[in-house]
């Protein structure tokens, strides 16, 4: 009865973490077309996903705690070991759901890493040209009262939008 439940709540994860890989996809194709409101949007469906997994996680937990004292595995045994013996034991079902669950993982790191860096890189860009505005407008050129131009600093203040 222990495995069931553990199967149960282990294909439970599986769906919170394939609900956060079809976001963090969704985010990339969003960043790539730089839309702000659908990034913005994301977010709050990162968020509440995230709160999902962690409420997930405690019970989680407890059922994996109770399926390792069920199989006579010490307190500190992982899943990897759970899934291990009962591999040598002929079962399948939670050596193949703690596979899934590995790579599904992986792929949630690697698409948010991948995210975050172009996030970074268009945050940099942002700047760099926010910089270089602010340099123009530092150095604003004035038409004098002899005919030519002259360069007088002006200053700029930049105000951000956060504030």
Known sequence: ??????????????????ELLALL?????ELTGLHIDA???INGLKEDVAARIEAHTT??????????????LPPG??????????????????????VELNMLAERVRQAAAMNREIAERFAATVNQSLGFLARILNQSNLYGVSGGYQQR??????INMEA
């Open 153 to 158: 600093p002006a200053g700029a203040v930049m």
């Open 39 to 41: 990034m913005a949007e």
């Open 77 to 98: 045994a992982t899943l990897g070991d759970l899934a291990a013996l009962m591999k040598k034991q002929g079962d399948t079902g939670i050596p193949r759901l703690h």
């Open 1 to 18: 009865m222990k495995i069931k439940i553990l199967t149960e709540t282990l294909s439970e994860q599986q769906k919170l973490l394939e």
């Open 25 to 29: 996809v969704r985010e990339t194709g």
């Open 59 to 72: 019970q989680l937990r407890q059922v994996i705690g109770e399926a390792l004292a069920g199989a006579g």
